[in-house]
C-alpha cells in the first residue's frame, strides 16, 4: 500500500499546520487510515485513527481537542489538521492504511503491527 504524506514544516509553538496522506495505488475511503509520529529517540505512537466503516475516529490523549482528522473522496486524501502546536509535538509524522484492525482504537496503538509505511513529512515546532 503506497501512500504519500505532506505539509511538514516549522511553525511556531502556538501555530497550526495541516498533512496530507494521499495514494496513487487504492482508494483511501477503503481502509482505516491513521496518523503515526515518532521522535527521535522514540518509539512511534499514533496520533489519530479515522474508520472505513462507521466513520469513527479515535485520538491519542495528547492531542484530543488540538488535531482533527478528516477524509476528502473526490480527492482520495486524508488530512490532519494540527492546531496549538506545542515543542512535544516535533516529529516525522506517518499515515498508514490497514483493514486488519478490530478498531481503530486497536489501530492506533499496534503500530508495529502495521507492516507499510511512506516516507513521512516532518513537523518542527520550535521559536
Known amino acids: 500500500l503506497q501512500l504519500e504524506e505532506s505539509g511538514g514544516g516549522l511553525v511556531q509553538p502556538g501555530g497550526s499546520l495541516t498533512l496530507s496522506c494521499t495514494s496513487s495505488?487504492?482508494?483511501?475511503?477503503?481502509?482505516?487510515i491513521g496518523w503515526f509520529r515518532q521522535a527521535p529517540g522514540k518509539e512511534r505512537e499514533g496520533v489519530g485513527c479515522?474508520?472505513?466503516?462507521?466513520?469513527?475516529?479515535y485520538y491519542a490523549g495528547s492531542v484530543k481537542g488540538r488535531f482533527t482528522i478528516s477524509r476528502d473522496s473526490a480527492k482520495n486524501t486524508v488530512y490532519l489538521q494540527m492546531s496549538s502546536l506545542k515543542p512535544e509535538d516535533t516529529a516525522v509524522y506517518y499515515c498508514?492504511?490497514?483493514?486488519?484492525?478490530?478498531?481503530?482504537?486497536?489501530?492506533?496503538?499496534?503500530?508495529?503491527?502495521?507492516?507499510?509505511w511512506g516516507q513521512g513529512t516532518q513537523v518542527t515546532v520550535s521559536s
Open positions: 479515522v474508520s472505513r466503516s462507521d466513520g469513527k475516529i
Open positions: 495505488g487504492f482508494i483511501l475511503d477503503s481502509k482505516d
Open positions: 498508514a492504511a490497514d483493514s486488519s484492525f478490530p478498531t481503530v482504537d486497536v489501530m492506533c496503538s499496534a503500530p508495529l503491527l502495521i507492516p507499510s
